[in-house]
C-alpha cells in the first residue's frame, strides 16, 4: 500500500498550563483516540463495495481565483486554528485567535472583505494567564438576530472552566457569563453539573435562546448541553452519558449544534457511540437533542468493517434542501493512500449524509488516488453554498508539495456536489517552499454575500512568524442574501444581510411581501408576513433580484 509521510496537523492551544490539562482530566475521562494513537501498527483497510462509490475532478490553483488576504504575525494573533469567520451587520468579517492580540491571550478581529484588518478586542485584559477574568483560547463567533455577536472560550473566567461573551454591534465586548466551579458530590467526587470548556459556535434557535455543548461537565464528566438568554445568563442543562464499559452515548463533542426543520438539535461527537475499532476505542457518534433536551445517538461510526463508514466526525453538520444533514469524518472510509502518522487509525477521511432518522451514507471516501490529490483529513466540516453544493477544506493533502509540510501537500478546498461528485478547487502551499498561501486548514468556511468563500489556515503566510493566513476564493457564484436566524414565527424579525442593499424595493417571504427598513447597504429588517409559508426570501434592488442560499422556515 502506497504511503504519505504526511503529519496530521490536529488543532490544539500550545499555550495551556498543566493546571488547564488536570483540569480537564479531573472533568472527562481520558481521550480515548489519543491513547489508540500509542498502539499497535496500522491494519490494513478493507474496501467495501457496498459503499457508494464517487467522482473526483482536479482543477489547477491558477483556474480558481484564489487570494491570501492577510498574513497572521505575533501582534494581531496567531493561530485562527478552528475559529472561522463569520459575516457581520456592518459587512465586515469577523474571527477569532488563540494567541496573540495585546496580550498574547488571543484576540477578536475584523476585515473588510478586501482584506483590511483591525483587533477590535484583547482577551484576558484583566489578569495574567490562569486568571484571566474575561477568559482566554476562543472559539468560533456567531451573529445573533440583534446584531450582536457571540462566542465561547474554551478557558478562562471565574472559575478557569470556560466562559460565553457577547460583542454588540458598536464592538463593546460584555462581562462574560461563567461556567460554575468544581463542586463536591455526595460520593466525595469533584463535579461540575453546568459544564466546562465549551467547544465550536453556538446556534440561535427558532425560541431566541442560544445552544451549545461543553466538553466538560455533567454528572459523568463527559460534557454537556447548555442554553443562553440573548441578554446571558444559563438556562436549561444535559449532561452526556459515556462510560467505557458501555460507550452508548456523546463523548468527546469537538463542533457546535445545528437545529434542524423538525425543530430538534444535531451535532457530532468525535469518539462515544458503540462502533468499536479496538478495544475500548470508539470511534464516534451522531446525535440528536430534543427541545426539552433529551438526548439520543442515531449513529455510531465504525459500525461498518475497517470503519469504511468513518470515524471521528469533528465538524458542525449542515442541513441540506433534502432535509438531510452532511458532514465529515477526520479519518476512514475506504481511502488507504494517505499516512495518518497514528497507528491504528483507518482511512484518511470521509463526506456523508445521514437523515434525521439515523440511515447514514458515505458520499465521498479522500485518498482513494495515490498522492492523495482530493486532499485527506477534512476536520472543518462542510457548507451549503448558494449554488447548492457543498463547501469544505481538507488539512492535508492535495497537489502542492511543500517543505513546510514535510514535503507532503498542506491541504485543499473542495466542491461536492450532493450526489457525490468531488472537485478540488485549490491546493495550498503552492508558490514556493514557504508556503505564502497558507496551510492546514482546519476552520470551517464562510460563504460572503458576494458569492466568495473567505477561510483561515492554521500556518504560513507572508511573514517570518509562519501564523496562519486569511483568504478568498472565488467560484463564480452570484451575490446572494442569508437571514439572521433561517427560521421564526409570523410577526419575528428578521435580519437580512447582503451586499449594495440601498434602495431595495421589495422584500418577500416565498413570495409573500413583508415590511421592511433598509438600515445600510449591507442589512435589512424586515418582519415575517402574516400567510407567509416555508421558501426562499427575496430581495428586489436596484441592481438586480437577490435570493438567500437557504430556504426560510416559517415556524407554525
Not at 478581529?109 to 477568559?135: I, Q
Not at 467526587?189 to 459544564?195: F, Q, Y
Amino acid at each position: 500500500m502506497a504511503s504519505q509521510n504526511v503529519p496530521v496537523k490536529l488543532s490544539g492551544d500550545s499555550r495551556k498550563t498543566g493546571a488547564d490539562i488536570a483540569m480537564r482530566n479531573t472533568l472527562q475521562h481520558h481521550n480515548w483516540i489519543s491513547r489508540m494513537l500509542l498502539g499497535a501498527a496500522t491494519g490494513a483497510l478493507a474496501f467495501a463495495a457496498a459503499l457508494t462509490s464517487a467522482v473526483i475532478t482536479t482543477q489547477s490553483a491558477e483556474a480558481q481565483p484564489f487570494a491570501v488576504l492577510h498574513s497572521f504575525d505575533n501582534a494581531d494573533g496567531p493561530q485562527p486554528q478552528q475559529s472561522g469567520l463569520i459575516q457581520g451587520l456592518n459587512g465586515q468579517l469577523y474571527g477569532t485567535t488563540v494567541g496573540g492580540g495585546f496580550n498574547s491571550q488571543g484576540s477578536i478581529f475584523k476585515m473588510t472583505p478586501g482584506g483590511a484588518l483591525t483587533t477590535v478586542y484583547s482577551f484576558c485584559a484583566a489578569g495574567t494567564l490562569g486568571n484571566c477574568v474575561d477568559a482566554y483560547n476562543p472559539g468560533q463567533l456567531v451573529l445573533g438576530s440583534n446584531g450582536s455577536i457571540y462566542g465561547t472560550t474554551e478557558y478562562g473566567g471565574a472559575y478557569n472552566v470556560g466562559t460565553v461573551f457577547i460583542m454588540s454591534p458598536s464592538g463593546e465586548v460584555r462581562a462574560p457569563s461563567n461556567f460554575c466551579a468544581l463542586a463536591t458530590d455526595p460520593t466525595g467526587i469533584e463535579v461540575n453539573a453546568c459544564g466546562a470548556f465549551p467547544v465550536g459556535a453556538l446556534v440561535q434557535a427558532t425560541s431566541g435562546i442560544f445552544w451549545g455543548v461543553a466538553q466538560g461537565g455533567g454528572a459523568l464528566g463527559q460534557g454537556v448541553k447548555f442554553e443562553m438568554s440573548p441578554l446571558g445568563g444559563f438556562g436549561s442543562i444535559s449532561g452526556f452519558a459515556c462510560i467505557e464499559a458501555n460507550c452508548n452515548g456523546a463523548v468527546e463533542v469537538a463542533a457546535g449544534l445545528v437545529q434542524g426543520t423538525d425543530g430538534n438539535f444535531y451535532g457530532t461527537s468525535e469518539e462515544g457511540g458503540t462502533g468499536a475499532f479496538g478495544s475500548g476505542q470508539f470511534a464516534g457518534s451522531i446525535f440528536r437533542i430534543t427541545p426539552r433536551g433529551s438526548i439520543k445517538t442515531i449513529y455510531s461510526f465504525c459500525a461498518q468493517s475497517d470503519c469504511t463508514d468513518g470515524q471521528a466526525p469533528t465538524g458542525v453538520l449542515v442541513q441540506g434542501a433534502d432535509g438531510s444533514f452532511y458532514g465529515t469524518t477526520k479519518f476512514g472510509g475506504l481511502g488507504s493512500e494517505c499516512y495518518n502518522g497514528r497507528p491504528g487509525i483507518l482511512g484518511c477521511g470521509t463526506v456523508f449524509q445521514i437523515t434525521p432518522e439515523g440511515t447514514l451514507t458515505t458520499l465521498y471516501s479522500f485518498c482513494t488516488e495515490s498522492g492523495c490529490p482530493d486532499g485527506q483529513n477534512p476536520i472543518a466540516g462542510l457548507i451549503l453554498g448558494s449554488d447548492g453544493n457543498f463547501y469544505g477544506t481538507t488539512n492535508n493533502g492535495g497537489t502542492a508539495p511543500s517543505s513546510a509540510c514535510s514535503d507532503n501537500p498542506c491541504g485543499t478546498i473542495f466542491q461536492l456536489t450532493p450526489s457525490g461528485t468531488l472537485t478540488t478547487l485549490h491546493s495550498f502551499c503552492t508558490k514556493g517552499e514557504g508556503c505564502p498561501s497558507g496551510g492546514g486548514p482546519v476552520g470551517p468556511l464562510v460563504q460572503y454575500t458576494n458569492g466568495d468563500f473567505y477561510g483561515t489556515t492554521t500556518f504560513g503566510g507572508s511573514t517570518s512568524s509562519f501564523n496562519g493566513t486569511v483568504f478568498r476564493l472565488s467560484a463564480g457564484l452570484s451575490p446572494f442574501v442569508k437571514t439572521v436566524p433561517t427560521s421564526g414565527l409570523v410577526g419575528a424579525e428578521v435580519l437580512i444581510l447582503g451586499t449594495d442593499l440601498t434602495g431595495a424595493t421589495s422584500v418577500s417571504f416565498n413570495g409573500m411581501a413583508a415590511t421592511f427598513t433598509v438600515k445600510s447597504s449591507t442589512y435589512i429588517t424586515a418582519t415575517v408576513p402574516a400567510g407567509a409559508t416555508s421558501g426562499q426570501v427575496q430581495v428586489i434592488t436596484p441592481n438586480g433580484v437577490l435570493t438567500s442560499a437557504v430556504g426560510f422556515v416559517v415556524e407554525p
